[in-house]
């Protein structure tokens, strides 16, 4: 069973709900100013990748069990928000001096960024509860719940993977600008503080 009308709802909501600014813009951004588009790609990946998992885990109904499980919930979320904590305090205290090049780029780079996207976003239980209050509304009448699920999971990650390309496309136009060493510095401890503060704020709701 397909809506056409229901289909098209989710994707114009799901398209705006990529573009709301929010931590996984932020690593995209930062990646793809600071160290040049293929760490920014790994970074997208590794995001994209978790939603995925996400996606699968609560068409298999991990989902409802965080829903139901709040001692479940809270380990998850406090692991998630360790982590971000745990990365801004070392941007705060050792903000980098210079980008990396493209010719000298520092071997790990990419993966870190990549491992930085993908555990950032499976240790953030909001995206599981958030698939699943917001498919559900999506998903006709008839259809194979975690079938279906799965796949609008799997639409709004490629939604999410074209607004990456789109954000590093434009990043690029403002690495010259933000090369400086003082710039990079200031960037690293300015995102460093906004992941302490997004990792709070997920400790706390």
Known sequence: MFDPVLFASFAIAATL?????GLDTVMVLRAS??????????????????????GAAVSLGLGAVLQASELMYM????????????????LILKPRKALDSDQAEPA??????????LVTN??????GIFYVSFLPQFIPAGAD??????????VHT????????????LSKQLRKVLFKPTVVSMMDRVTGGLFIA????????
């Open 17 to 21: 709900l990529a573009m709301t600014p």
């Open 33 to 54: 100013i600071t160290n040049g588009s293929a760490p920014a790609l790994y970074a997208a990946v590794g995001i994209l990748l978790g939603c995925i998992a996400w």
């Open 75 to 90: 380990a998850i979320k406090l692991a998630g928000a360790g982590y971000l904590m745990w990365l801004g305090i070392n």
């Open 108 to 117: 790990g780079t990419g993966m870190q960024a990549f491992w930085q996207g």
């Open 122 to 127: 499976l240790l953030n239980p909001k995206i």
């Open 145 to 154: 719940v975690a079938v279906y699920s799965f796949m609008l999971a799997c």
């Open 158 to 169: 490629l939604i999410s993977a074209l607004w990456f390309g789109a954000l590093i496309v």
């Open 198 to 205: 997004l990792g709070y704020k997920l400790a706390k709701s």
